[in-house]
């Protein structure tokens, strides 16, 4: 295989010094900084913003049993999100290199940890993330069509599929196409929730404020349920990060990361807390407790004949969610070939479009497979302590590179009272769940352990059988022929 790229590098170089000679346009081949200050606005607020803030109000209720310590719960959520986004700030500036959390525990604790990291989010949260999120999508599109009934499980499932290759398609043929696509459904998500949010105020200003009165009233202190509630929070807030993992592509990092996050984190905690308020003053907890669509229940009560519109909004909202992942997660399979984590292939570049086409339609099949369930929810369920586990584990490398790299460029240089905030209440939202629930823990972490054979066998360096060399070279070649990609930092000429 080395022979073999070493065959193709001197191709390349080959290539670039005939056109550089005969005067033509030879350009590297990889990943540009395209992305715009508004384009990874977007980015966050619509990966942030998918179906989460429709679905997690019952969570977090069940959780804290009041109407008053809900919104203090979504408010710790969004500010807990912020300080994480702020402590990221300072890696991302700092370790100008795509893959975040991956890209840092490569970087800290080696090639290991990383890679469980990188198996864990590749080969289940993200892809599963996507197949719910895909499948509310067509939940939402199928409601006025199937009105007052469930929508077959088929029809449900080959609209989540068409979703998913359709958005696949749009990441392969063009960057500025899927950064306008987020844009574009941000902005319509968002006017899906100033909609609730108006009409909640108008209400308000109307009279409805009964379910405020001694709001406080049934909070629940057990501190399990306190976590699980906060873990449907902040699965709302999940996507703050995403920008990190595409670093590369954006356009003068260290003055518009921070700035992106920061616009975005503080937009969306203002708009998901503006949001519960305008659900509760139209729905008692019970009500709220007993839905499984906040949203539609909302719409229902209040705009009658025309409720049909929120769920189209809804589903548009979760369009863009879809486009996000895939965007950002192709980006990390990117990554992780590129460290020799994951097959070669998944680093090449198409030679026109600047895109990472392997790794976005591998992103998209292995989203595919996960349709296939009926009961992702649960699978999700087992995950969310691994993934606050790997964030706050991020945010110990900050601290970690204050010791062992204190000379290292920081465009953003946090004060530590901050990090040091983040880890506790990370150990605090792991921790408490262990015991809260035992099973989800225990499952979470067998899927943990299945990435250790696979390191062991694929990605560590031992003598192969050349069978499974020739095998994996020869698929190399194909899947280049087929997606006219290259290997980044070669060169082509237009001719």
Known sequence: MTKRKDAHANEHAAAAAKGAEAGEPVEAVGLKPKITLFGGIGIIVGSIIGSGIFISPKGVLQGTGSVGFSLVAWVLCGLFSMVGAYCYAELGTMIHRSGADYAYMLEAFGPFCAFIRLWVECMVIRPCSTAIIALTFANYILEPIFSGCLAPSVSTRMLAACCILFLTFINCWNVNWSVKVQNVFTVAKVLALVIIIITGIVKLCQGHTHNFENMFEGTLTDPGGISLSLYSGLFAYNGWN????????????????????????????????????????????????????VAVTFADRVFGVVSWCIPIFVALSTFGGVNGVLYTSSRLFYVGAREGQMPDVLTHINVFRDTPVPAVIFMGLISLVYLISDDMFALMNYMSFVNWLAIGLSVVILLIFRKTKRDAERPIKVNLIWPIIYVVFSIYLVVVPLYASPKETGIGCAIIATGIPVYFLFVTKWKRPQSFVRFMANTTVAVQKLTRSCPPDSYYSDS
Do not use: R
């Open 242 to 293: 995403y920008l990190n993992y595409i670093i590369e592509e954006l356009q003068n990092p260290k003055k518009n990361l921070p700035l992106a996050i920061w616009i975005s984190i503080i937009l969306v905690t203002v708009v998901y807390t503006m949001t519960n308020v305008a659900y509760f003053t139209m729905l008692t907890p019970a009500e709220v407790l007993a839905s499984n669509a």
